[in-house]
């Protein structure tokens, strides 16, 4: 069974330029989530999609932040513009079933914004 | 509201030595607890998790953690440090309604030979 995968793996941009992150969750997972890490921090969750629906995007910064996911699969995290402050891995993971099953997540896109 | 905290950004033990990781959590509701571990430049991956059901966790790599919830811990233990364990690893806890993960600052486990 394949895993969650995500892409670009690594991203350099200068700030003000747009950037976007792909997701394909693992199949069958209805729920994915996108989080945010920064450096020697844990995941900060962004955004959580149940199906097609974003249940949970309190913690997007909406200004600049947009996100979709279309069908109910494969998402899209996008920043425009990015500012140096963005720098950081963006991490997405998918759920199965209910809310104990485990999360598990893609590598992530490593986001340098200079 | 709920929280995680993990005593110690940097442990150091020896190969084969004892591993133990702590994480404490806060939390109002019966929590669900979690440990992540993340290698160099990949995603987390789950070793384990407490659902409710035996307070002492079993999981991947030869990694157990016991619930505790007269002191609320989760620590993670490894009776014999391998090199191969040299990672990040992350605490989280889950409840309430919607059963969002909160994470902790995580651990970052450094093996001498």
Same mark, same amino acid.
């Given at each position: 069974?394949?895993?969650?995968?995500?892409?670009?793996?690594?991203?350099?941009?200068?700030?003000?330029?747009?950037?976007?992150?792909?997701?394909?969750?693992?199949?069958?997972?209805? #729920? %994915?989530?996108?989080?945010?890490?920064? /450096? +020697?921090?844990?995941?900060?969750? =962004?955004?959580?999609?149940?199906?097609?629906?974003?249940?949970?995007?309190?913690?997007?910064?909406?200004?600049?932040?947009?996100?979709?996911?279309?069908?109910?699969?494969?998402? #899209? %995290?996008?920043?425009?513009?990015?500012? /140096? +402050?963005?720098?950081?891995?963006? =991490?997405?993971?998918?759920?199965?079933?209910?809310?104990?099953?485990?999360?598990?997540?893609?590598?992530?896109?490593?986001?340098?914004?200079? | 509201?709920?929280?995680?905290?993990?005593?110690?950004?940097?442990?150091?033990?020896?190969?084969?030595?004892?591993?133990?990781?702590?994480?404490?959590?806060?939390?109002?509701?019966?929590?669900?607890?979690?440990?992540?571990?993340?290698?160099?430049?990949?995603?987390?991956?789950?070793?384990?998790?407490?659902?409710?059901?035996?307070?002492?966790?079993?999981?991947?790599?030869?990694?157990?953690?016991?619930?505790?919830?007269?002191?609320?811990?989760?620590?993670?233990?490894?009776?014999?440090?391998?090199?191969?364990?040299?990672?990040?690893?992350?605490?989280?806890?889950?409840?309430?309604?919607?059963?969002?993960?909160?994470?902790?600052?995580?651990?970052?486990?450094?093996?001498?030979?």
């Amino acid at each position: 069974e394949a895993g969650v995968v995500q892409s670009p793996r690594y991203k350099i941009i200068e700030k003000k330029q747009p950037v976007a992150f792909w997701c394909n969750p693992i199949s069958g997972h209805n #729920t %994915l989530y996108w989080y945010r890490q920064n /450096l +020697g921090q844990g995941p900060e969750l =962004l955004i959580r999609y149940e199906n097609e629906e974003a249940v949970d995007d309190s913690q997007l910064p909406k200004d600049r932040f947009s996100a979709e996911r279309l069908k109910g699969v494969d998402s #899209t %995290l996008k920043i425009q513009p990015a500012e /140096l +402050g963005d720098s950081a891995v963006y =991490l997405c993971a998918s759920r199965a079933g209910t809310s104990t099953d485990t999360q598990y997540f893609g590598p992530g896109t490593r986001l340098t914004v200079l | 509201a709920q929280s995680v905290t993990q005593l110690g950004s940097h442990v150091s033990v020896s190969e084969g030595a004892l591993v133990l990781l702590r994480c404490n959590y806060s939390s109002s509701v019966p929590p669900y607890l979690f440990w992540y571990v993340q290698y160099p430049n990949q995603g987390l991956q789950l070793l384990l998790k407490y659902t409710s059901a035996a307070t002492l966790v079993k999981g991947i790599n030869g990694f157990e953690a016991e619930f505790k919830k007269s002191e609320t811990s989760f620590h993670l233990t490894k009776p014999s440090a391998h090199m191969s364990d040299a990672a990040e690893y992350f605490c989280a806890v889950s409840g309430g309604s919607n059963y969002q993960l909160i994470w902790g600052a995580g651990t970052k486990l450094i093996i001498k030979p």
